[in-house]
């Protein structure tokens, strides 16, 4: 079975800093996509950027960018020229090609954004 | 704007009642799913359908049931609620298919709290 596992439950940083979040996730699978999703406190989950396994180029949304090592099934988020609005609990997840819907979800890792 | 609606933001419930859970997507999407958070467990697959009374379970199906009779529209139940069912519960839509992204549209959540 996939796991995908968040090794940092709480992580904080200053306002217009870098940060980096961990995920690392288990599969024998050659094909599959993986995501960054965002919960900000009592607000709806929203996608942050993805990734296919296939695609050796790493994926960038405007200040969010993803280190995926494919060897070593990691797959870390880095936001940069971190904002207030940041703030959140972020969660890693898996999907295989041959999965036609369900994901795999860390436990979540908290950001906290100091001003 | 696609959009994901649950039926209530919060609700109190007493040990033994029967509670539904609504959740409706505009989307058109195929796959619904429902999901309870709890802290420091993550994300855990309660039950996911893949179409009109079409149902799988998830990783933590006891004590719950599904109900989808329409597309847009798909229900969590309850049969008697007990206490240690207070949770978050999220819902969450995608389109179906495995070779391509698909990620999951998430609803604002429905906090339950069984007394």
């Known amino acids: 079975a996939q796991t995908v596992t968040q090794s940092q439950p709480e992580m904080s940083v200053q306002e217009a800093e870098t940060v980096t979040l961990s995920c690392t996730y288990d599969?024998?699978?050659?094909?599959?996509?993986l995501f960054w999703y965002k919960q900000p406190p009592s607000r709806q989950m929203i996608l942050v950027i993805r990734?296919?396994?296939?695609?050796?180029q790493n994926a960038t949304e405007n200040r969010f960018s993803v280190n995926f090592q494919k060897a070593a099934k990691s797959f870390s988020l880095k936001i940069s020229d971190s904002q207030l609005g940041d703030a959140a609990m972020y969660f890693c997840a898996y999907r295989a090609l041959t999965n036609a819907g369900k994901s795999t979800f860390g436990d979540g890792t908290t950001l906290t954004v100091k001003p | 704007d696609v959009k994901v609606t649950q039926s209530s933001r919060y609700l109190v419930k007493r040990t033994g009642e029967k509670v539904f859970l609504e959740c409706v997507q505009d989307m058109d999407h195929e796959n619904m799913f429902w999901y309870r958070q709890d802290p420091g467990l993550g994300l855990r697959l309660i039950y996911f359908?893949?179409?009109?009374?079409?149902?799988e379970k998830g990783d933590i199906p006891e004590g719950y049931s599904v109900s989808r009779e329409k597309k847009e529209r798909f229900s969590l139940i309850l049969e008697s609620a007990s206490t240690n069912q207070t949770s978050m519960y999220l819902c969450a839509s995608s389109l179906f298919g495995g070779d391509s992204y698909n990620e999951q549209f998430f609803g604002p959540g429905t906090r339950l709290t069984v007394l």
């Open positions: 359908s893949y179409d009109v009374k079409m149902k």
């Open positions: 599969t024998s699978e050659s094909d599959y996509y």
């Open positions: 990734q296919e396994a296939y695609k050796q």
